[in-house]
């Protein structure tokens, strides 16, 4: 089971919306309603920002957003503030034996 | 207010055995909803799943890892435990336990993680 492809960085200003992408197949992230994004910050544990592609856990932000089209979910993060500034994962269920697969990680920059 | 801590040795030889223990405070393991599991991180690298288990030892393993993992539940101490074996220098990393949400296949609590360095 391959990783989720997602790009290795992106960056914006402050107040801008950025947009992350993660691409499976039709075993994962295509075939189920299952994906996850989560927030690292650098030497700190990955935190839950979306499940079910667009669901926001409480206590959450309103400026994260997920949505998914065919292969590819997304996340996006409107108002970017520094503090949005961390590594983002992906993560979807897989009907290949291997349950769980995550993204390669993006790491977003705020300029 | 839930909690996860790892415990366990810093420090593995390779070839030898990794073990680490979560303690889970402010929720009990025995529960419907959750599913409680291992994710380990190498340093400047992604997240890779290990394993999961429910309170009753029905568990799933990432089948790259399974022919050298044990993942066991002890609900009497709230404790659940991973064994690596054996391990090589590829197996140094952070080891998180984590709530596995698997109604909606997601890690809903991570502890804070340990870092395993394998060396002689």
């Known amino acids: 089971q391959s990783a989720l492809t997602q790009f290795a960085s992106v960056s914006g200003s402050p107040g801008q919306s950025i947009t992350i992408s993660c691409t499976g197949t039709s075993s994962d992230v295509g075939g189920y309603n299952s994906v996850s994004w989560y927030q690292q910050h650098p030497g700190k544990a990955p935190k839950l920002m979306i499940y079910d592609v667009s669901n926001r856990p409480s206590g959450v932000s309103d400026r994260f957003s997920g949505s998914k089209s065919g292969n590819t979910a997304s996340l996006t993060i409107s108002g970017l503030q520094a503090e949005d500034e961390a590594d983002y994962y992906c993560s979807s269920y897989t009907s290949t034996s291997t349950l769980y697969v995550f993204g390669t990680g993006t790491k977003v920059t705020v300029l | 207010q839930l909690q996860l801590q790892e415990s366990g040795p810093g420090l593995v030889k390779p070839s030898e055995t990794l073990s680490l223990t979560c303690t889970v405070s402010g929720d009990s393991i025995i529960s419907k909803t959750y599913y409680w599991g291992w994710i380990r991180q190498p340093p400047g690298k992604g997240l890779e799943w290990i394993a999961s288990?429910?309170?009753?030892?029905?568990?799933y393993y990432n089948p790259s890892l399974k022919s050298r993992v044990t993942i066991s539940v002890d609900t009497s101490k709230n404790q659940v435990s991973l064994k690596l074996s054996p391990v090589t220098a590829a197996d140094t990393a952070v080891f998180y336990c984590v709530r596995d949400w698997r109604f909606k296949y997601s890690f809903d609590n991570w502890g804070q993680g340990t870092l395993v360095t394998v060396s002689s």
């Open positions: 288990i429910y309170y009753t030892g029905s568990n």
